[in-house]
């Protein structure tokens, strides 16, 4: 049963555009992760927040921003898309900080552009 | 530094044969180590996990894995493959004192009749 949703499945746009993705989580965890998946299903952390507090930020493209509302949301805006954005955006939550604890994912979003 | 490999991008298996997928870890102390699997078109779910103890631990469906320390592996079994299974494999590391999960490259499984 889905309990990470994420909008919109997927995204087609142009190059310099503003894309924004969201995620919620009904789990009540308290620590989301974007996670971007490229052509070959290679996974790497971009961000991580527990509280609506930024916990890991990998190195990531300043067009890069994650915006927390509260711990339930966790969204991704990239302000000018480039051609090496395009990939699967996946969204996860877990129950506190530790790295032990399992990581629920959502279904992702697919970013392609053109 | 921590690593993950995975050496088999692909691997096809006949429906009801044994199953291994290769995980090989670059950690110098004891690793968190798990298997998650990504069906098509559906986020990660979680197979197993191990973190001490038992070397050998159960997971969802009939899936296994074995740690070794000294062949820094956490090698993922399964008896008896069924056509369900075809799904994208993954083999995770953490550390002790992480912060996040590091992701193999996964393995693309292929069950046929």
């Known amino acids: 049963e889905t309990a990470v949703f994420q909008t919109p499945n997927y995204h087609v746009t142009q190059v310099g555009n503003e894309v924004s993705f969201n995620c919620k989580q009904t789990?009540?965890?308290?620590?989301m992760y974007w996670y971007k998946q490229d052509s070959k299903k290679l996974l790497k952390i971009m961000f991580s927040y527990n509280n609506k507090q930024l916990i890991v930020n990998e190195t990531v493209p300043r067009r890069f921003s994650p915006q927390s509302s509260d711990k339930a949301h966790l969204n991704l805006r990239i302000k000018s898309v480039e051609p090496e954005d395009s990939a699967v955006y996946l969204c996860?939550?877990?129950?506190?900080?530790?790295?032990?604890?399992?990581?629920?994912f959502g279904a992702g979003t697919r970013l392609s552009v053109l | 530094a921590q690593s993950v490999t995975q050496p088999d991008a692909r691997v096809t298996v006949s429906e009801g044969a044994s199953l291994q997928l290769r995980c090989k870890y670059s950690?110098?102390?004891?690793?968190?180590l798990f298997w998650y699997v990504q069906y098509p078109r559906q986020g990660l779910q979680l197979l197993l996990k191990?973190?001490?103890?038992?070397?050998v631990v159960q997971g969802v469906n009939g899936f296994e894995a074995e740690f070794s320390k000294s062949n820094s592996s956490f090698h993922l079994r399964k008896a008896s493959v069924h056509w369900s299974d075809s799904a994208v494999y993954f083999c995770?590391?953490?550390?002790?004192?992480?912060?996040?999960?590091?992701f193999g490259t996964g393995t693309k499984l292929q069950v046929v009749p």
């Open positions: 950690y110098s102390g004891t690793p968190y």
């Open positions: 191990y973190y001490s103890g038992d070397p």
């Open positions: 789990l009540g965890h308290d620590t």
């Open positions: 996860a939550s877990s129950h506190g900080t530790s790295s032990q604890n399992t990581l629920y």
């Open positions: 995770v590391l953490s550390a002790r004192s992480g912060t996040y999960q590091r």
